[in-house]
């Protein structure tokens, strides 16, 4: 969104659970019914559509991801979806991810992920560098960190020895018993099946913050440096790691209804739609709502936007 744009939206505002492919989607105008492409069991993703849920109407459908959850957007097999800005970005490129550029629109920017690169709080490994040579899971086929995974350790310069995708709950499993050295989540914090291991066992999160700005350049600037807060987990202090926005997102065929009841309900019930793995992600206040870079707002949410001026 241009500055321009925004200052615009901004002024108009301050005046006043199977595989996606069985879901109902395609934004039929006959159907009421609103699918959600969500993410993992147990993930941040599926937690906030499960509170969107009940104000939409919707069907939430559980996915793999980021990566999924755009391609069924496209296809037209959801009629919303959940997203990272890299991955938005890397279909509107025609990526290899994606095979072809993908053209979705925004709803909103909602939320910021959290990249946690997990180890065993025994583990001899203390930093990226250190898994050279090392298997990792870097998150399941079709989400947004096995995008990113690659991504970070081709700009760390670490040669993995085996790169594996696993379910969130599936790693956490590999990882307890020393199948994996180490383990890529994107969510919000705590994740909860993290913070469970992480009371039987240990866990570390390794610091990834020293790598955004090659990060951004290399692959834009979507990234940022965040601090997850003290006592997230069990280790001591802030760790520093990626965050990344995450947007709402439809496709270009999505009825107007749809979009601009959406935006009511990001805007009006923000309150009700705060996730458990939430701690200091929060964007639902208007300002961030709109800065949906790289995407634009579909044009009836910037419309329900305008119309929600005080």
């Given at each position: ?85 890299d991955a938005l970005d890397a279909a509107q490129k025609g990526s290899p991810a994606f095979g072809q550029a993908v053209q979705l629109y925004a709803l909103g920017r909602v939320y910021e992920n959290y990249m946690q690169l997990v180890v065993r709080a025994d583990s001899p490994v203390h930093g990226v560098a250190d898994l050279v040579g090392r298997a990792v899971s870097l998150g399941a086929n079709g989400s947004g960190a ?165």
């Amino acid at each position: 969104m241009t500055a321009s744009r925004r200052a615009v939206l901004l002024g108009a505002l301050a005046v006043g659970a199977t595989a996606v492919t069985a879901a109902a989607g395609g934004c039929s105008q006959d159907d009421p019914t609103v699918s959600i492409a969500a993410g993992e069991p147990d993930g941040f993703y599926i937690e906030f559509a499960n509170l969107l849920r009940p104000l939409l109407h919707a069907q939430v459908v559980p996915t793999l991801g980021s990566v999924q959850n755009i391609r069924s957007v496209s296809a037209g097999t959801a009629d919303l979806g959940l997203a990272l800005a890299d991955a938005l970005d890397a279909a509107q490129k025609g990526s290899p991810a994606f095979g072809q550029a993908v053209q979705l629109y925004a709803l909103g920017r909602v939320y910021e992920n959290y990249m946690q690169l997990v180890v065993r709080a025994d583990s001899p490994v203390h930093g990226v560098a250190d898994l050279v040579g090392r298997a990792v899971s870097l998150g399941a086929n079709g989400s947004g960190a096995a995008l990113f995974g690659e991504r970070l350790f081709a700009t760390a310069g670490v040669t993995l020895g085996q790169a594996r995708h696993l379910s969130l709950k599936d790693a956490v499993g590999a990882l307890r018993d020393d199948m994996i050295d180490a383990m890529l989540w994107s969510g919000g914090v705590p994740t909860e099946v993290l913070a469970q291991a992480d009371r039987e066992w240990g866990i570390r999160l390794l610091e990834l913050g020293a790598y955004v700005p090659e990060l951004r350049r290399r692959y834009g600037r979507y990234y940022n440096e965040v601090a997850l807060p003290a006592g997230t987990y069990r280790a001591a202090g802030a760790v520093h790691t990626v965050g990344v926005p995450n947007l709402l997102v439809a496709g270009a065929d999505c009825p107007d209804r749809v979009v601009r009841n959406t935006v009511r309900v990001l805007v009006e019930h923000a309150g009700q739609l705060v996730p458990k793995q939430a701690r200091g992600t929060q964007y639902l206040d208007v300002g961030n709502l709109i800065n949906t870079e790289p995407l634009p707002l579909h044009p009836a949410a910037v419309d329900a936007y305008r119309a929600l001026r005080g």
